[in-house]
T-cell receptor
């Protein structure tokens, strides 16, 4: 069974640039999570979906971050006008119901 | 809002000595607890999952859950230098509209000295 796939693996931006991260969850998984993990910290939940519906995006900086999962499968997380404070690894994860959560390898973002 | 706190932030043990890590959570309806390990710049590796009070062992890793005390711990038997990593506690609960929410602590940095 293929795991959670994320791309790109790395991104380097200048402040003010935009970037999109893509996630392909495990087939059949209804719940998809996006986490931000700054260096030397635990993953912080940004947003999660059940199927195509956003369940909770309260931790997403809504003025610059957006996330969609239009068909309840793949998902895109976008940062408009990146800031140095956005430097982190962005992790996507998926699960089916309350089962085990599987993580992708992450996208490491550096904003200079 | 669920809060998950881990202690200590950093722990140094000698090879072969037991390592004990702690995690407290605030939402008593949480029903699923996992410990992950993360080596530097690598992905998350699940070590042990526990769903009911008591103990769950997976190889050298044992989790203890005490829901009444809002506490889950991880004990690593005979740690080796290769166990040096960040250990993350993840607490899950049913959120709105029956979607499962997973919240992490900030992690414990474990250093195992040879």
């Amino acid at each position: 069974e293929a795991g959670v796939t994320q791309s790109p693996r790395y991104a380097v931006l200048q402040e003010g640039q935009a970037v999109s991260f893509w996630c392909d969850p495990i087939s059949g998984h209804d719940t998809l999570y996006w986490y931000q993990q700054p260096r030397d910290q635990g993953p912080q939940l940004l947003v999660y979906f059940r199927d195509e519906a956003v369940i909770d995006n309260s931790q997403l900086p809504s003025d610059r971050f957006s996330a969609v999962r239009p068909k309840g499968t793949n998902s895109t997380l976008k940062i408009q006008s990146a800031k140095q404070g956005d430097t982190a690894t962005y992790l996507c994860a998926s699960s089916f119901g309350g089962g085990e959560v599987f993580f992708g390898k992450g996208t490491r973002l550096t904003v200079v | 809002q669920q809060k998950v706190q881990q202690s200590p932030e950093s722990l140094t043990v000698s090879e072969g000595a037991m390592a004990s890590l702690n995690c407290t959570f605030s939402d008593g309806t949480s029903n699923n607890f996992r410990w992950y390990r993360q080596h530097s710049a690598k992905g998350l590796e699940v070590l042990v999952s526990i769903f009911s009070d008591g103990e769950k062992e997976e190889g050298r890793f044992t989790a203890h859950l005490n829901r009444a005390n809002l506490h889950v711990s991880l004990h690593i038997r005979e740690p080796q230098p290769s166990d040096s990593a960040v250990y993350l506690c993840a607490v899950s609960m049913w959120g709105r509209t029956n979607a499962y929410k997973v919240i992490f602590g900030k992690g414990t940095h474990l250093h195992v000295l040879p």
